[in-house]
């Protein structure tokens, strides 16, 4: 049985991402920040579903990961980086050095935490990947070149996302060596509470795209940042 843990998985995309998993045989293991969350994911997901309680905003997250996944399992196949919030300021003038460091601190530091908490576990899997959650908003080059421009995005997402694209490849530099695949994803125009106003793909389905796509992951393709089954996206 594959075993796999996915951050944020009450709601959202994260919480199909759950659901395609367990429905598939996985042992499920997900970051949720509430007891009543954790409750909730117990309640319909029965057995092999281990809701973990941290705020991965805070460094005692690493061990409380690190101790939950100790008294269950030895090893942990795929990891998926999918918590994060969305921005809010797109003006300069209105911009906030707070909403920048918390999105920061969700969206890149909150995967460095997590990939802390499980890296001893993945090195015991015999097909270890990492996959992060990111954004077409992430994207250096596309942004460079202006597209989505007529769009009101804020700062503090677009930021976050290209730190956590340059954590991927920082990870995939270290760690693809070691045999662990290392990936991003931009997961499509989700419908969830957090998408934008040009929503255009249901979560479960993006949860299914991903699923299949990560099944046929190899070692070999580490290191890419892909919409699964659509293409790749310039970093
Ligand atoms: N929606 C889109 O169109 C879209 C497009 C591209 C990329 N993405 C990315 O896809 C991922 C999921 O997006 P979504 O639309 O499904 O978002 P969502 O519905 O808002 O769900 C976000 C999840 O992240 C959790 N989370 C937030 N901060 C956390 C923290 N400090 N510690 C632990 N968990 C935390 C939330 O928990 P709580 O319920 O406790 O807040 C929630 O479970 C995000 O990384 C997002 O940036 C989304």
């Known amino acids: 049985?594959?075993?796999v843990l996915i951050t944020g998985g009450n709601k959202g995309l994260g919480h199909e991402l759950v659901r395609v998993f367990y429905e598939n045989n996985y042992e499920v293991f997900t970051v949720v920040r509430t007891v009543e969350a954790a409750e909730e994911l117990k309640y319909e997901f029965k057995q092999k579903c281990h809701p973990i309680v941290v705020d991965l905003r805070f460094d005692d997250s690493?061990?409380?990961?690190k101790s939950v996944l100790a008294k269950i399992t030895t090893e942990i196949d795929i990891v998926i980086n999918n918590a994060g919030v969305p921005g809010r300021e797109y003006e300069i003038e209105n911009v906030l050095a707070e909403e920048i460091e918390e999105l920061l601190n969700i969206h890149c530091l909150g995967v460095v935490r997590t990939v802390q908490g499980t890296i001893d576990f993945l090195?015991?899997?015999?097909?270890?990947?990492?996959?992060?959650?990111s954004s077409r908003l992430g994207s250096l080059s596309k942004m460079s070149l202006?597209?989505?421009?007529?769009?009101?995005?804020?700062y503090s997402y677009r930021i976050a996302k290209a730190a956590q694209n340059m954590l991927t490849i920082c990870l995939n530099?270290?760690?693809?060596s070691q045999g662990i695949c290392v990936n991003a994803i931009h997961p499509g125009k989700l419908k969830t509470t957090s998408g934008s106003s040009d929503a255009d793909l249901n979560p479960n389905e993006a949860a299914e795209r991903i699923f299949n796509w990560i099944e046929t992951l190899k070692i070999s393709d580490s290191g890419s940042f892909t919409q699964p089954f659509v293409g790749d996206w310039p970093w």
């Open 173 to 176: 530099n270290e760690l693809k």
């Open 146 to 154: 202006g597209e989505f421009g007529s769009r009101n995005f804020s």
């Open 62 to 65: 690493i061990e409380k990961i």
């Open 1 to 3: 049985m594959g075993k």
């Open 123 to 133: 090195r015991n899997s015999t097909n270890p990947r990492i996959i992060n959650i």
